[in-house]
């Protein structure tokens, strides 16, 4: 009998501490990513820019809280939205923190449906000056220019992704990525609205035409006087 209490005593506490484990055991720890966001913006046209933005995450592979050679100096960013006779041009630029920078290399491939910015910076002399774990959705890197048919109603809504497959940061070298197939890369969607209709701009004339248009009329009036 004594030896069949001892034997469940033992069985309990063993229980007991299993159990005690499992509530103190750590969580899985967090995937830590940075983020590339596409705007929602509204307008009233003809062009109207969408920023796209960046958010360095300290903690991931690539970083200004990382030691030099591992930074974000490089990028390809395509984003994606469905083709209308509504859109008449399309561009992406860089922007934001990106814009008095001297890039390395640049590309800005535009085809139907989509538009893609490539650039990659020499460190030493330009280095992205990201802010580490800025709030939603980061820093500006670029803008996408959209540019709208006149008779575009009011309400038309383009929406825009980015290409999760494309789309990946790196370091200057290329030696270190981050994707969204990797688990370090998220990505986030947005839209761009026309607010109302607008009326296209009225051509205006040069100085030089309208001085040629004002001599025309005086010799005009002098033919006419004589």
């Not at 030691?67 to 974000?72: A, K």
């Not at 000056?129 to 048919?149: D, E, H, K, M, R």
Request: glycine share 8%; with cysteine.
């Amino acid at each position: 009998m004594m030896k069949l209490r001892v034997q469940t005593l033992l069985r309990l506490s063993f229980a007991l501490v299993a159990v005690c484990g499992l509530l103190t055991a750590p969580a899985h720890a967090q995937v830590l990513q940075d983020v590339v966001t596409v705007g929602t913006v509204s307008g009233t046209g003809p062009t109207v820019s969408v920023p796209v933005y960046i958010r360095d995450t300290s903690g991931t592979p690539l970083g200004i809280d990382q030691p030099s050679g591992s930074r974000i100096q490089a990028f390809s960013i395509k984003v994606d939205f469905p083709t209308s006779p509504n859109i008449t041009n399309v561009t992406f630029t860089r922007a934001g923190i990106t814009a008095p920078l001297t890039p390395l290399f640049e590309s800005n491939p535009t085809s139907p449906g989509s538009t893609t910015l490539i650039a990659s910076f020499f460190e030493p002399t330009n280095l992205i000056p990201f802010t580490s774990n800025a709030a939603l959705p980061g820093n500006q890197i670029g803008q996408v220019n959209f540019t709208f048919a006149p008779s575009t109603p009011a309400g038309f809504v383009v929406p825009l992704t980015i290409d999760a497959t494309l789309t990946q940061l790196s370091n200057q070298a290329g030696t270190t990525s981050e994707t969204t197939a990797g688990g370090t890369l998220a990505v986030v969607p947005g839209s761009v609205t026309v607010t109302a209709p607008f009326a296209p701009t009225a051509p205006t004339l040069s100085t030089w035409a309208l001085g040629l248009l004002a001599a025309a009329l005086a010799v005009a009036a002098l033919r006419l006087k004589f």
